[in-house]
């Protein structure tokens, strides 16, 4: 959805979220996910917000199978320290000025949701996106 939310803002996120602030940005979110949600047969990977919108969670539940590829914090760190697009295009999620202290606090606020939401998890600390993407086929494979 990252991608094509840019795309379609013409900007990064981080740059349309520092111009019209969170709510905007979290409206778009939710225009394209409803989108995505009447489309049949399709992956989608949304940001981690969109569970802050019980609309949001309802539309993706009631289109197919939500899966929550869990991942502590520690991990989350490193992924988003490796990823070289990840601080020019992601906004800061907080008012914490360290990455470590805002992913703690962000992820403490939404686990509930994120349980909610989720048919299931997959814990992906130990795994590669391969390793990741063969787990999800064998949960679906009829």
């Given amino acids: 959805m990252d991608e094509e939310l840019t795309g379609r803002l013409g900007m990064t996120i981080r740059e349309h979220v520092a111009r019209f602030g969170w ?3 979290r409206a778009e979110e939710k225009r394209l ?3 995505l949600c009447l489309r049949d ?3 989608v990977a949304t940001g981690g917000g969109v569970v802050l919108d ?3 969670v309802a539309a993706m539940r009631g289109s197919g199978h939500v ?3 869990q991942a502590s914090p520690g991990v989350i760190q490193q992924r988003l320290a ?3 697009r990840s601080r020019d295009l992601r906004p800061p999620l907080s008012a914490r000025p ?11 606020q939404r686990l509930a949701l994120y349980r909610q939401a989720a048919h299931w998890q997959i814990g992906t600390d130990e795994l590669s996106a391969e ?6 086929a064998a949960r679906l494979a009829p």
């Avoid at 360290?98 to 403490?108: M, S, T, Y």
């Avoid at 390793?131 to 999800?136: H, Y």
């Fill in 41 to 43: 047969g399709g992956v």
């Fill in 98 to 108: 360290d990455p470590a202290g805002e992913i703690r606090d962000v992820l403490q």
């Fill in 67 to 69: 899966i929550w590829l």
């Fill in 131 to 136: 390793q990741v993407c063969r787990n999800l």
């Fill in 33 to 35: 996910l409803q989108e």
């Fill in 54 to 56: 019980d609309e949001n």
């Fill in 82 to 84: 490796a990823d070289p």
């Fill in 23 to 25: 709510s905007v940005f």
